[in-house]
T-cell receptor, first 109, second 111 residues
Framework: GQQVMQIPQYQHVQEGEDFTTYCNSS?????IQWYKQRPGGHPVFLIQ?????EVKKQKRLTFQFGEAKKNSSLHITATQTTDVGTYFC?????????FGQGTRLTINP | GAGVSQSPRYKVAKRGQDVALRCDPI?????LFWYQQALGQGPEFLTY????????KSGLPSDRFFAERPEGSVSTLKIQRTQQEDSAVYLC?????????FGPGTRLLVL
């Protein structure tokens, strides 16, 4: 079935450094959604990308969808301690979400 | 309510015991999903309802898992004869459109 690969699995940065997580699939993705899960919390929707080559920004977060719709990325500029958590990409096909393994971000203040 | 609620938040079961997990979706949300999240992993789809109809149950790992949503609102996920590998967080999500809103989850530990 559909598999969504996400790298890296872990990322530790100093506060103020940038952070990027990548999402890849061997097959064409339908819609990509990004979620954030704080430690001990539940996934919270961040954004949805639908179109090939789409780029969306939310303050310090930049989301991209690849031209071939087989990859996506989330980039955070100048991380803050509030960015700590696990970031998941998920392919939305036929209603259900197929999640990547997530990238766990920790930050040294 | 303001969001999706789930109960119980924590459940410890002895192997072989049956458990029932409840989900109260956001009022008016047509779609309801159940996911299983193992430690350190992403959520994995179990089943999906549109109103009271179970449209996709392809993710249920075995016939020990059963879900229902009889009146198109509250849903129950039942696991019969629990096994240790069933230990996980069970997340419920509801939606009106593309965005899924997750509940806090039920953490199930099978001893």
């Amino acid at each position: 079935g559909q598999q969504v690969m996400q790298i890296p699995q872990y990322q530790h940065v100093q506060e103020g450094e940038d952070f990027t997580t990548y999402c890849n699939s061997s097959t064409t993705l339908s819609n990509i959604q990004w979620y954030k899960q704080r430690p001990g919390g539940h996934p919270v929707f961040l954004i949805q990308l639908v179109k090939s080559g789409e780029v969306k920004k939310q303050k310090r977060l930049t989301f991209q969808f690849g031209e071939a719709k087989k990859n996506s990325s989330l980039h955070i500029t100048a991380t803050q301690t509030t960015d700590v958590g696990t970031y998941f990409c998920a392919d939305q096909g036929a209603q259900k979400l197929v999640f990547g393994q997530g990238t766990r971000l920790t930050i040294n203040p | 309510g303001a969001g999706v609620s789930q109960s119980p938040r924590y459940k410890v079961a002895k192997r072989g015991q049956d458990v029932a997990l409840r989900c109260d979706p956001i009022s008016g949300h047509v779609s309801l999903f159940w996911y299983q999240q193992a430690l350190g992993q992403g959520p994995e789809f179990l089943t999906y309802f549109q109103n009271e109809a179970q449209l996709d149950k392809s993710g249920l790992p075995s016939d020990r898992f059963f879900a229902e949503r009889p009146e198109g609102s509250v849903s129950t996920l039942k696991i019969q004869r629990t096994q240790q590998e069933d230990s996980a967080v069970y997340l419920c999500a509801s939606s009106l459109g593309d965005t899924q809103y997750f509940g806090p989850g039920t953490r199930l530990l099978v001893l």
